[in-house]
């Protein structure tokens, strides 16, 4: 089974800080997904990272993927109480159309 | 271009009751996910429909069960609710081979008491 994991999980800092969250997962996948969860709601897609070395910026938000180092990181530049919200990391399998979550990391920007 | 709806939004049952949920896709897309979410946890797959048929299971027991009609609408049964089916049901469609990227409704939180 494909594990994912996500670190930290929990994440407090300042707006206009800027700060990484990370993504590890154990097996070979060739894409990885990163979702927004704000607290009761559904989630939203934030980045589709296709290809090794892919790279995605929207705002203040830059995901990238490594997928030799099975490692996916989403940058966070100059932090906004908006952004506060839970991200998570899905992966899917080279075989099988399931996606793994990671954890998740519960982002809090602090004004 | 409708998204992805679900419903009840909210529902309580008591232990051993059975339960069905609903999901409409978002339009253009065949295939339907449906996922867990435990309180403080990511999204656990339960399974997918595509073309009316199951194309995937996760580590669910038999209880969890759905269906997927024509129009691409889906329903998740659970039979003998347990307390811990407790959580947030998520549905979420797609286009199988368009990169597979999941759209997903607002859930429906499920309590078992």
């Known amino acids: 089974e494909l594990k994912v994991e996500q670190n930290p999980l929990f994440l407090s800092m300042q707006e206009g800080k800027n700060y990484t969250i990370y993504c590890n997962y154990s097996t070979t996948s060739d894409r990885l997904y990163w979702y927004r969860q704000d607290p009761g709601k559904s989630l939203e897609s934030l980045f589709v990272l296709l290809s090794n070395g892919a790279v995605k910026q929207e705002g203040r938000l830059m995901a990238s993927l490594d997928t030799k180092a099975r490692l996916s990181t989403l940058h966070i530049t100059a932090a906004v109480h908006d952004l506060s919200a839970t991200y998570f990391c899905a992966v899917p399998p080279m075989a099988g159309n399931q996606f793994y979550f990671g954890t998740g990391t519960s982002l809090t920007v602090i004004p | 271009e409708t998204g992805v709806t679900q419903s009840p939004t909210h529902l309580i049952k008591t232990r051993g009751q059975q339960v069905t949920l609903r999901c409409s896709s978002q339009?253009?897309?065949?295939?339907v996910s449906w996922y867990q979410q435990a309180l403080g946890q990511g999204p656990q797959f339960i399974f997918q429909?595509?073309?009316?048929?199951?194309?995937g299971r996760g580590n669910f027991p038999p209880r969890f069960s759905g269906l997927q009609f024509p129009n691409y609408s889906s329903e998740l049964n659970v039979n003998a609710l347990e307390l811990d089916d407790s959580a947030l049901y998520l549905c979420?469609?797609?286009?199988?081979?368009?990169?597979?990227?999941?759209?997903f409704g607002s859930g429906t939180q499920l309590s078992v008491l």
């Open positions: 339009s253009g897309h065949n295939t």
């Open positions: 429909y595509y073309r009316e048929e199951e194309n």
């Open positions: 979420a469609s797609s286009q199988l081979g368009q990169n597979e990227k999941l759209f």
